[in-house]
Nanobody
């Protein structure tokens, strides 16, 4: 059974940090590119960041550049998202997703429809 289990969400103050984790099982983790996607209350899915199977290429949505860092540890079948300088508008449910891509380009990896497996999400709240 494929499972992606996110953790690490919670309450952070504006300007603070959180580190999200996504533990994968039931599939060959290092065969898949991984992404973080978020959904704020009342809004649609927003792609956050993606990286290739070996972490060799990473992409970020413009508003996350310089603040968020995506990484993975294939030995631990785990994906991470380090979030710094958090803003109230970063509050959302954060999902990890796994997909395979023949060609790596931002337009493709930023489309949530291109991912095969999804986690259940972890809530991030940013408030003072």
């Amino acid at each position: 059974e494929v499972q992606l289990v996110e953790s690490g969400g919670g309450l952070a103050q504006p300007g603070g940090s959180l580190r999200l984790s996504c533990a994968a099982s039931g599939f060959t983790f290092d065969d898949y590119a991984m992404s973080w996607v978020r959904q704020a209350p009342g809004k649609g899915l927003e792609w956050v960041s993606a990286l290739t199977w070996n972490g060799g290429s990473t992409n970020y949505a413009e508003s996350m550049k310089g603040r968020f860092t995506i990484s993975r540890d294939n030995a631990k079948n785990t994906l991470y998202l380090q979030m710094n300088s958090l803003k109230p508008e970063d509050a959302a449910v954060y999902y990890c997703a796994a997909g395979t891509f023949k060609f790596w380009n931002e337009g493709t990896v930023a489309d949530p429809d291109n991912y095969n497996y999804w986690g259940q999400g972890t809530q991030v709240t940013v408030s003072s």
